[in-house]
């Protein structure tokens, strides 16, 4: 990648002639001449001004000098846009807005990308749930509560075990895909083409350390959880249930509060260059201070894939829980825990379909969230517009592409 004013951190100052929100400031008589504007001596100090001789003074029609004429407009002239966002602070409709028009811009790059990545997460995920994840035994209508909730715990320790080789695959694939779709959303601000060729160029110095921040994050979420359980694990009984449920939210909360934290992370990693630790720290500057609103757009960004995940997937279970007629009466006479295969390449067409859409958007308001903050911090949106190549925003810089 190429070091460009674009993506810089901390960012930089106003450069002359712009007041820190991307819009060149007017020029003035003070700025032209270096001084401020002479009145001559017949000529009266502001706010006292007098008509000439033998002529009335027009009507008054307001404070000032009078209303302005009818085809001028005050005020700041709108943000620059050369891409699929203003370049000033952005609302929540236009951090969603400018991630649905990157997949729309950019589709033939992103579907290859996400269509590709959720091929190979949904493969992995269809096999360990055939082949490795044990069947659920049936459980005794005589155990106690206690001892149902613990054979639930060790239910989903077997899933999660079982699970573990589809997690990691999934993980390393969303983590080429996050880097991958990084790039591209940084072209679609400034609305450069960008091939799958030059991202994955661009991006691919990157993965390791991308890497190393995801296996990180990951790990102290599990640790924080850990820590949280831990006391009701070793009590045990009724005692030690109640005691893990109370700090299995408080490590929920816990971890919620980091994530969100951190969450801009991994684009000041792919776009500023920054190592795993200087990350984490960028990520912590830029959300203090916004944190609930970083976490109110997340949480409503999350909610909408939801909801679109359910109305594509609800079709695809009908449509494979027909197809598999054996797994279903299985299931209903108690000879089979799980479906077959008929059920499971059903809902994993449907999961690509809805992983190649959800992707992008999730990608696309998390970098974009990061942009926000930047412009609304650091002015990032008068280094975007010289970036761009706009009139009157200083010198365009020499390369061609913005990268970290």
Known sequence: MNDTPGWTSPGS?????????????????????????QWSKDQPPAGQWSPPTGQTPPPAQGPGWGAPPPNIHWGRPPAAKPGVIPLRPLGVGEILDGAAKTLRAYWRTVLTITVTVALISQTANTLAQRYLVPQTPATSPDVTPVEALEQSLDAVQSSLIGMGPSLLVT????????????MVISRAVLGRPVSLGSAWQEARPRLLQLVGLTLL???????????????????GGAAGVALALLG??????????????????????????????????????????????????TVLTQLLVFVFAMLVAIPFMIIGIAADGEGLSGLIEGTSTGFGWPFLIVTGIGGVITSAITYPISAGVTVLLYVDQRIRREAL??????????????PTPGTETVGG
């Not at 993980?171 to 779709?181: F, R």
């Not at 490590?251 to 792919?270: D, E, F, K, Q, V």
Request: aromatic residues 6%.
């Open 171 to 182: 993980l390393m694939a969303s983590v080429v895909s996050a880097a991958l779709l990084t």
């Open 217 to 235: 994050l990951a790990a102290l979420s599990t640790a924080v959880v850990t820590v949280a359980l831990l006391p009701g694990v070793l009590i």
């Open 248 to 297: 299995g939210l408080g490590g929920i909360a816990a971890t919620l509060w980091l994530m969100i934290r951190y969450s801009l992370a991994s684009p000041a990693l792919m776009l500023e260059r920054q190592g795993v630790f200087a990350s984490l720290k960028r990520s912590a500057k830029l959300v203090q201070g916004s944190w609930w609103r970083i976490f109110g757009i």
């Open 381 to 394: 949106d008068l280094e975007l517009a010289r970036a761009a190549g706009l009139p009157g925003y200083g």
């Open 13 to 37: 100052a106003p450069s002359d002639g712009q007041d820190g929100s991307g819009i060149p400031r007017p020029t003035t008589p003070a700025d032209a001449n270096g001084s401020a504007p």
